[in-house]
Structures are given as structure tokens and as C-alpha cells.
């Protein structure tokens, strides 16, 4: 998995490229520990993601609790194999989709 | 063997260097020291012939011209030879040998020739002829400088003019140099030129001796010092490397008996450094090796922990079959494969009562032991309170209250949890996040069911889930799976999806649970080939035979 990370102030747009599983999240979740502080607008998007597992899962999980306190986050340009997954969780009324 | 490879080759590849460089060497100085005493030597016979010029042109001026003033002319004119003139033939004869003279000759120039007067060559000696000379033709220069020089100047050797009355050249096939020199009568007139010719491959001769001894000397001396070489190398080097070679063939049992070594070797220099440098090695690979010793028993012990670990996981779920053998309406399979020691999927199924039985299928975020762990808690919880609760949707919302409350990890479950009324065949389900039921009703076909979906439990205190109902007719099967099914991957990436899951049960649709399962098993593994199980795998089946 590649991630590209745009930082423009309190913008932050995370595009990972690729699965997100066990074996990748820890990346994710590195990327995001690295870059959250001050961001207020938090973007994920998707597009390139051909794999989000439960692992992956967890990390945007978490981060939409620690988002829920600085200010908002989305994701966008989810796919569908991506949005049966959130479909099957329960998680398309947690997270803001465009 | 190898041992002597060693010595052989360190000893001579030195030796054999130092031959090299030192022929090298003697070869530059023979050439340098050659170069200087050809040289020398040259300048010394020169000197040599000039002095025999010189001596030979007196004799030659007394003889000739003082003593009984016959003169020149009337030996050449009469052609007839006196005691005068033998005694003189003798001088130069004398000079000749005195000198180490090649030839000399007295003789008088003409314009087109030269006649002899006298020459050490026997061939013309005594015969005064006019003739073109083929040993003094070519150097007509030569000749009117001795002619024209005047003695008291130019053949003074400390005024150097002396490059005009000699040359160099080959005559009757020997290099030569000819000095030419004037005969004076008493008036200081020359009325004859003396040539005295002295071989130069003598001065190479010479040389070539003195060159060929320097060689001779220098490989003697040569010889002796690679010899002294040879053996200091074999004491202070070979021998020393040898020791350490043993000592490095013995290490793996000093290694394993945890002994230090000691090579004794104490020359001081390099070696003895490469020496301690061994002995600390020795050392330090006994430690390195206690602490791998430690470490794998470490290790060990982990392992047989969860080998203990994924006995009691194994052991809490419900995995002897027949499970209710005694029971008609309904036959139950489920099988769990961990893809580590422990895994974080699992299943249950409890009768809640005489009619009733509760059916679990879940699979925790993560793997290995912290699945692990949360697994057990959320099994105990699940089975508990739908015991309690008797409601899959008030079950799942009391479990979810009590996950959430004590959640640091922030981990969560996946859960489909379902209670079936076995009179009625009526089959209360909530799904919690988990992937969709396959459902077969009789005479039908598998196909997934598309139920009502909630959030998962353990992420959000005070989440509702969705309850609902399905009517199973009898003979209906009803087949749950965890996404380590689902999202089983081969070498090439691809998942073995939904889809093929439903192609292998339909093609087993008519079988009891227990080979429902197992074909499943078997086609994701055939799927999957030699990539590694990522996930665990687990899978239920349950047939409603009705009351």
C-alpha cells in the first residue's frame, strides 16, 4: 500500500493507494498519528483503496472519535466494494460520505 | 591439507614477490652500473690508445727520422729494411701488446691514397706499398687533422681537442677506435701519421664481467636474505596463523562447552591483535549464544502457552459433533481454523430452552492474542445475555453497552446473532456488522440473505440495533461464515468473494451441514494454494428439519 498525504494547514486529504489490511493498517494509523494534530477538516479519499478489512476499519474508526472533537471528517470517493463494506457494518450512518 | 596449502602459499607468494622486486632491482642496477663502467671504461681505453699514439709516435720520430737520418722518403723510396727499421717493427709490436692494440700502422697521407711505412699487421709489414687502404680509406678527415694538428695544443689531453683525431668504426669486422697521430720530423713537421686502433668490444667484454659479478653477488645475497625471510615468515606469521586456525577449528566446542579460548599467540604485532580479537569473539559468542538460549526458552514458553492458549479457545467453543445427537429437528456444523495460535473469530450455539436455540457467529478486529482475549470476554458476554435477555436486539445492545464501557484498544466485534424457535421454525436475528447470512429454504436454492445491518458492537455506547424475522420452512439450511471466507486471497490478490461461495454451496446444497462446511473449507483452500491463511476461518451450518 502507498498513502499520499496532503497537508494544507488544517486541511488534511489522506489518499492510500492499494488494501488496507492487517498488515497495512499500522501504516495508516502511523499516518494519521503523525499528521491529525490541529486538523479541523480531515478528508480520506478512497478512490485507489481496492481493499478496506476490518483492521482498516478500525483506524477510521478511531480517528472519526478523534475527529468528532476537533472538527470533521469524510471520506470521499468511496467505491462500492469499499461501500458494501461500510454498508455491512453499519458504519454508512457513523461516517460523512460523498 | 589445507593446512600446508596455507603455508605453502603465504611463504612462496612472499618469496616470491621479493624475487621479483629484487630482480627488478639488480636488473636496473646492472644496467645503470653497466651503462657507467662501459663508460668509464671506454674513456679508459681511449686514454689507453692515446698514450700508445703518443709513445708510438716517438718511437716512431726516433726511429725513423733521428737516429740515422735515412728518413721516410728513402724507405719508401729504396723499399729496403734495415736493423733500424726491424728494431722498430718490435717497438711497435711491444706497443701493441703493452697497449691491448687491435692494430698500428705508420703510414703517409696522399691526396688519393696512403702509403705504409711500417704496420703491426704482419700481413704488410716490412712492404712499403702505395695503395688504396681499406683500413684507413674512410677516415681521410681524420687523417689531415693529425697532419695539421700541431702537438704542443691540440693533442695536449687537457685541452679535449682530442674528439678530432679519433673515430669509431668497423674494420675487418670489429669495432674499432682509430686515434691518429701526427709523426714530426726535427723541424716539427708531420711527415707521417701513426693510428693506433684499439677494439671497443674489448671495453664491452670488460664490462660485461664486471656487470655479470655484481649480478652474481647480488643473488647470492639475494638468495640468502629471501632464505633468512622465508623462515622469520614461518616463525612470526605462518606459524602463528596456523595456532589460530586450530583454535578457530576448535571454537564450536569450546563454544558449546563455554569455554574461553586461549591462543598463547604473543608476537606483538597484528597477529597477536588478530589473536585477541578471536579470543574476545569466543567469548562474546558464548554470551551471545546464552542469550539466544535464553530467548528461544523464552520463546518456548510463549509457544506452549498458546498452544495452551488456543486449547482453551478451541475448548469454549462447542465442537463436539453430533452436538445434540438426541435431537431430530435440527442437525448443527461449525468449524474454526485460527490463521494464528489464536484467532479472534468464533461461534457459538447454546439451547436457550427446550424450543429455543441461540446461534452466534462474530469476528473481532485484530488477530493473535488481543483478538484473542476480547474474543473470550465477548463470547461470555453474547451467550449470557441473550440467555438472559432471550432477544438477539436486546442481547446485542446490553453486550455493546458492557464492551464500551471498558474499551481502551478500542476494538470491536462483528456479530450476527440469531435464536431460532425450533416448534415454529421462526428465526429472530439481528446482525451487528457481520457479513450476510446464505439461506436455502426448501426446495430453493443458497442465496444470500440481505438482512437488516447495524453498527458493529464495541464501537459507540447506546447504538439500537435491528431485530427481524425469517421463517424457515423444513429442510431449510442457513449457512454463516466470518469475511476470513469471504475474503480468502490467492497469490494473485483476488478475493474468493461471495459469489464463489455461493457457486460451492449450491453445488452441495443437498448435503448435511458437516460437508456443506468441509466443501467450503476445501474450495478456499484450493482457492487460496500457497498463499498464507491471513485471516481465520470459520463457518456454521445449520439445518431446520422442523418439529
Avoid at chain 2, 728513402?74 to 729494411?81: C, D, F, M, N
Avoid at chain 2, 427481524?468 to 474468493?496: H, I, P, R, S, W
Avoid at chain 2, 464463489?500 to 451441514?513: F, G, Q
Wanted: glycine letters at 6%; a negative charge; hydrophobic letters at 40%.
Amino acid at each position: 500500500m502507498e498513502i499520499t498525504v496532503n497537508k494544507n494547514g488544517t486541511e488534511l486529504t489522506i489518499i492510500p493507494i492499494g488494501r488496507i489490511d492487517t498488515a497495512t493498517a499500522p501504516e495508516l494509523q502511523t499516518v494519521v498519528d503523525e499528521n491529525i494534530s490541529g486538523v479541523t477538516d480531515l478528508t480520506f479519499d478512497l478512490q485507489k483503496l481496492k481493499y478496506l478489512s476490518s483492521a482498516g476499519l478500525r483506524v477510521l474508526m478511531s480517528t472519526q472519535k478523534i475527529m468528532n472533537k476537533q472538527g470533521k471528517m469524510r471520506l470521499v470517493h468511496v467505491n462500492e466494494d469499499v461501500m458494501d463494506v461500510l454498508d455491512m457494518t453499519g458504519l454508512t450512518d457513523v461516517f460523512e460520505i460523498e | 591439507m589445507s593446512k600446508t596449502k596455507i603455508i605453502k602459499s603465504l611463504a612462496f607468494k612472499t618469496t616470491l614477490q621479493l624475487f621479483s622486486i629484487i630482480i627488478g632491482v639488480s636488473l636496473l642496477a646492472a644496467v645503470v652500473i653497466g651503462i657507467y663502467i662501459h663508460n668509464y671504461l671506454a674513456a679508459q681505453f681511449r686514454n689507453y690508445a692515446y698514450e700508445a699514439a703518443l709513445k708510438g709516435t716517438a718511437v716512431a720520430s726516433s726511429k725513423l727520422l733521428t737516429s740515422d737520418h735515412i728518413g721516410i722518403d728513402s724507405y719508401i723510396k729504396s723499399g729496403k729494411v734495415d736493423e733500424n727499421y726491424e728494431n722498430l717493427f718490435l717497438n711497435l709490436l711491444l706497443i701493441k701488446d703493452d697497449y691491448d692494440l687491435q692494430r698500428c700502422d705508420v703510414f703517409v697521407p696522399h691526396e688519393d691514397h696512403i702509403t705504409y711505412v711500417i704496420s703491426s699487421d704482419s700481413q704488410i709489414a716490412g712492404e712499403f706499398l702505395d695503395k688504396q687502404d681499406p683500413y684507413y680509406g674512410e677516415e681521410k678527415d681524420y687523417v689531415s687533422n693529425a697532419m695539421n694538428a700541431s702537438l704542443d695544443t691540440e693533442l695536449d689531453p687537457e685541452k679535449s681537442t682530442r674528439q678530432n683525431l679519433y673515430t669509431q668504426n668497423v674494420k675487418d669486422g670489429i669495432k674499432v677506435v682509430t686515434y691518429y697521430m701526427p709523426v714530426l720530423d726535427e723541424n716539427g713537421k708531420a711527415v707521417a701519421v701513426f693510428a693506433a686502433s684499439y677494439s671497443s668490444d674489448k671495453v664491452f667484454q670488460t664490462m660485461w664481467i664486471a656487470v655479470s659479478r655484481i649480478i652474481g653477488i647480488s643473488l647470492a645475497v639475494m638468495v640468502l636474505s629471501v632464505g633468512i625471510l622465508f623462515f622469520s615468515i614461518r616463525k612470526h606469521v605462518i606459524k602463528p596463523i596456523a595456532q589460530l586456525t586450530r583454535s578457530v577449528r576448535t571454537m564450536k566446542e569450546n563454544v558449546k562447552n563455554k569455554q574461553a579460548v586461549s591462543t598463547n599467540i604473543r608476537t606483538g604485532d597484528e597477529i597477536e591483535e588478530l589473536a585477541v580479537s578471536f579470543e574476545k569473539m569466543n567469548t562474546d559468542l558464548i554470551g551471545y549464544i546464552d542469550e539466544n538460549t535464553r530467548m528461544t526458552a523464552e520463546k518456548q514458553r510463549i509457544d506452549t502457552e498458546l498452544g495452551l492458549a488456543t486449547g482453551i479457545q478451541a475448548g469454549m467453543l462447542p465442537d463436539q459433533f453430533p452436538a445434540f445427537p438426541d435431537r431430530k429437528d435440527f442437525d448443527i456444523y461449525a468449524s474454526m481454523k485460527p490463521a494464528k495460535e489464536v484467532g479472534g473469530d468464533f461461534y457459538d450455539f447454546f439451547l436457550i430452552d427446550e424450543n429455543r436455540l441461540g446461534i452466534v457467529m462474530a469476528d473481532v478486529s485484530g488477530k493473535g492474542v488481543p483478538a484473542a482475549l476480547f474474543m473470550m470476554h465477548s463470547k461470555i458476554l453474547l451467550k449470557s445475555y441473550t440467555l438472559m435477555k432471550q432477544s438477539p436486539k436486546a442481547a446485542l445492545e446490553e453486550v455493546n453497552r458492557q464492551i464500551c464501557e471498558h474499551n481502551p484498544e478500542q476494538m470491536f466485534v462483528t456479530v450476527w446473532l440469531g435464536v431460532l424457535d425450533l416448534k415454529t421454525g421462526v428465526l429472530t436475528a439481528a446482525n451487528a456488522g457481520h457479513e450476510k447470512p446464505a439461506v436455502k429454504q426448501a426446495g430453493d436454492r443458497f442465496a444470500l440473505y440481505k438482512d437488516k445491518h447495524g453498527l458493529m458492537v464495541g464501537y459507540m455506547d447506546g447504538v439500537r440495533f435491528k431485530e427481524y424475522e425469517l421463517q424457515l420452512t423444513k429442510g431449510a439450511k442457513l449457512f454463516l461464515y466470518t469475511d476470513g471466507v469471504a475474503e480468502a486471497t490467492n497469490a494473485n490478490e483476488e478475493l474468493f468473494g461471495t459469489d464463489r461461495m455461493i457457486d460451492v454451496l449450491r453445488t452441495v446444497e443437498n448435503k448435511p451441514p458437516k460437508e456443506i462446511v468441509m466443501a467450503v473449507d476445501a474450495a478456499v483452500n484450493e482457492f487460496v494454494g500457497t498463499a498464507p491463511q491471513f485471516d481465520d476461518l470459520t463457518m456454521l451450518c445449520i439445518e431446520y428439519h422442523g418439529a
